[in-house]
């Protein structure tokens, strides 16, 4: 299994995009591309995450609430507990049956972890919202997973080098109420309508995209993000600026990143940012 990735701790410049490529994955990483004008705990609360392996390709991203160990230990939490399996192995509970059930068991369990994270600190909570997607391209499934208003975007062909891009989560946890892994509920527990768990066919699909809500919050991010999601696509696409890098999902994550950090710009207000994508031709 090959993975990386990258945590806000580490990146506090305004305007700069961290970045890390390798094979058919990408993920990108961004302070936002001005001051928030909200109040925070870290200048860079998000955390973004990517892992690959014979059967298939992981990527996650979370957005930390009230600091950013919450997000930086459910990226963890994945890379060391099920990317290997996910990824390299023929694991009964990423059949699409089951996948509902193995899901939710999943963000439950980072939910606990991060309870007991503050537990064991002594500190109150730092919460995150996350989103996974997983491809298994010889099963031709993409399953994706989303607690709180993190984006999964699935892009398909529409025709020459257009692309469409669907939000397979937003539209339902991004508007009911924000939930948050680790946060402290009556009961401790997550529940099943807190989090949006999902099975796509690969069918005529180009890329599967990741974005936290630095892309899409009212006022300070893109005004149509999955445009912005297919528009990236379509970018990478055609070669990027001008030249085929031969690294689509690398062009693809950086085109999203900065598309978000123009519009924080624009806006004079900003928000952590991180991105994640598959580029689906160059997943064996």
């Known amino acids: ?48 995450c990517f892992a690959f392996g014979e059967h298939g390709a992981l990527v996650a991203v979370a957005d930390g609430h009230h600091g950013a160990r919450g997000a930086e230990r459910a990226v963890e939490w994945l890379l060391r507990e099920r990317a290997a399996d996910w990824t390299e192995g023929d694991v009964p509970e990423l059949r699409p049956a089951a996948w509902g059930d193995a899901a939710g068991t999943v963000l439950q369990a980072i939910h606990h972890d991060l309870l007991a994270q503050a537990h064991e600190l002594r500190l109150a909570p ?19 997973a989303s607690v709180g208003d993190s984006h999964v975007f699935l892009a398909r062909d529409a025709g020459a080098s257009a692309h469409a891009a669907s939000d397979l989560a937003w539209a339902t ?10 946060d402290q509920y009556d009961g401790g527990q997550l529940r099943p309508e807190q989090w949006v ?19 899409s919050e009212v006022g300070i991010g893109v005004e149509d ?14 070669g990027g600026a001008g030249q085929d890098t031969g690294a689509p999902a690398l062009e693809a994550c950086r085109h999203l990143t900065e598309a978000a950090l123009a519009a924080h710009r624009e806006n004079r207000a900003g928000d952590n940012m991180c991105s994640a994508v598959i580029w689906l031709d160059d997943l064996a």
């Open 225 to 238: 993000p999955a445009a912005a999601a297919a528009a990236a696509v379509d970018y990478a696409h055609r």
């Open 197 to 215: 768990v999902g099975c796509e066919p690969l069918a005529d699909a180009r890329a599967v995209l990741l974005a936290s809500d630095g892309l």
């Open 173 to 182: 946890t991004g508007q009911r109420g924000c939930a948050f892994a680790g």
């Open 126 to 144: 730092a919460p995150t919202t996350l989103s996974l997607a997983l491809v298994r391209p010889r099963e031709g499934v993409l399953l994706h």
């Open 1 to 48: 299994m090959r993975s990386g990735r990258l945590l806000g701790s580490a990146h506090h410049v305004y305007g700069a995009v961290a970045a890390v490529s390798e094979g058919p994955a990408a993920i990108t990483l961004s302070r936002g591309g001005a001051p928030k004008t909200y109040g925070h705990a870290d200048a860079n609360e998000d955390a973004v």
